[in-house]
């Protein structure tokens, strides 16, 4: 009897644990804003949905080929500027598996 208890105990523990993980990955979804603030200059400000920042967390600018034309990261205040480059690109934010986000050139207004 005792020992079908501890199982128990440990399966309730255990789903328990990766509800919440998986709860926790859900219910702040990663965001990156990028506008133009003059006429060669991208500005990003990222986060996720429940109002934390993302100082430090990588930020890449990719051409459609896959060649990186800038690897970055967040500044303190969640943002990061750069010079848009020439031609077709997508602006990757990575804040590790399950919070990815990417913006494609044609939405940067």
Not at 40 to 55: H, N
Not at 80 to 86: L, N, Q, W
Not at 98 to 103: A, I, K, P, R, T
């Amino acid at each position: 009897m005792m020992r079908a208890l501890r199982a128990s105990g440990w399966i309730v523990a255990a789903v328990s644990a990766v509800t919440l993980s998986i709860s926790t990955a859900w219910a702040h979804p990663p965001f990156c804003i990028c506008k133009m603030i003059d006429a060669t200059t991208v500005r990003c400000e990222g986060g996720f949905a429940d109002g934390t920042g993302v100082p430090g967390v990588k930020l890449d600018v990719i051409r459609y080929d896959e060649s990186v034309v800038l690897e970055t990261k967040f500044s303190a205040n969640s943002t990061v500027s750069f010079k848009r480059p020439e031609g077709e690109f997508y602006i990757l934010f990575d804040a590790g598996p399950g919070q990815s986000f990417d913006v494609d050139y044609k939405d940067i207004r």
